[in-house]
């Protein structure tokens, strides 16, 4: 079954320990992305990647890290998470073209 | 000024009736555009897309106004399956990005 798969899907935690939220597709698609979702401001990308190896900014890349060492994960890193790191984060990915994006389940993270 | 701006609603609405959205984009360079739908605390999934010459699909039919920079959603004869919270994709042409919409809730009343 053709899916993008997000662990954890829940995570409290507190202030400045560094987490990893993992991100995996099976659809050997190039593009691969993370958002977070907030009330009232929708979805905003974090960090996309191209293919391997290439990985670019979106709009909120503030208090996060990626890396792309194979096709298939697409690993968030939040080095020393922060309260307004509190969030629904989604991963996705697709062929060229960016259509249709799949995304995995999402993960919810409370930064304390 | 947001890149993409939906109304958030909530609208409201009996089974049955038509409903439509609309949402504006600020950047003339947009390429592409869709619409998602996202069911709650579930990931988005592609409802879909929107051409220049207006398209539907079943009883969705979306449109796309170039010189306005607006796209609209319309369903018609809705279910009760359709309350959903509807997104505004856009793709801008260059920026290898999609630019989300704060999405518009629906819900439909038996």
């Known amino acids: 079954e053709a899916q993008v798969t997000q662990n954890p899907r829940y995570l409290i935690t507190v202030t400045g320990k560094k987490l990893t939220v993992t991100c995996s597709q099976n659809?050997?698609?190039?593009?691969m992305s993370w958002y977070r979702q907030d009330p009232g401001l929708g979805l905003r990308q974090i960090y996309y990647?191209?293919?391997?190896?290439?990985?670019d900014k979106g709009d909120v890349p503030e208090g996060y890290k990626v890396s792309r060492k194979e096709k298939r994960n697409f690993p968030l890193i939040l080095e020393s998470p922060s309260p307004n790191q509190t969030s629904l984060y989604f991963c996705?990915?697709?062929?060229?073209?960016?259509?249709?994006?799949?995304f995995g389940d999402g993960t919810r993270l409370s930064i304390l | 000024r947001k890149e993409v701006e939906q109304d958030p609603g909530p609208f409201n609405v009996p089974e049955g009736a038509t409903v439509a959205f609309n949402c504006t984009y600020s950047?003339?360079?947009?390429?592409?555009f869709f619409w998602y739908r996202q069911d709650c605390r579930k990931e988005p999934k592609l409802l879909m897309s929107?051409?220049?010459s207006g398209n539907e699909d079943g009883r969705f039919t979306a449109q796309l106004n170039r010189a306005s920079q607006y796209i609209s959603l319309l369903i018609r004869d809705s279910k009760l399956s359709d309350s959903a919270t509807y997104l505004c994709?856009?793709?801008?042409?260059?920026?290898?990005?999609?630019?989300f919409g704060q999405g518009t809730r629906l819900t439909i009343n038996p």
């Open positions: 996705a990915s697709s062929s060229p073209g960016h259509q249709p994006q799949h």
């Open positions: 659809m050997n698609h190039e593009y």
């Open positions: 990647s191209m293919n391997v190896e290439v990985t």
């Open positions: 950047n003339s360079a947009s390429q592409s």
């Open positions: 929107v051409y220049s």
């Open positions: 994709v856009v793709n801008i042409q260059g920026a290898q990005k999609l630019v």
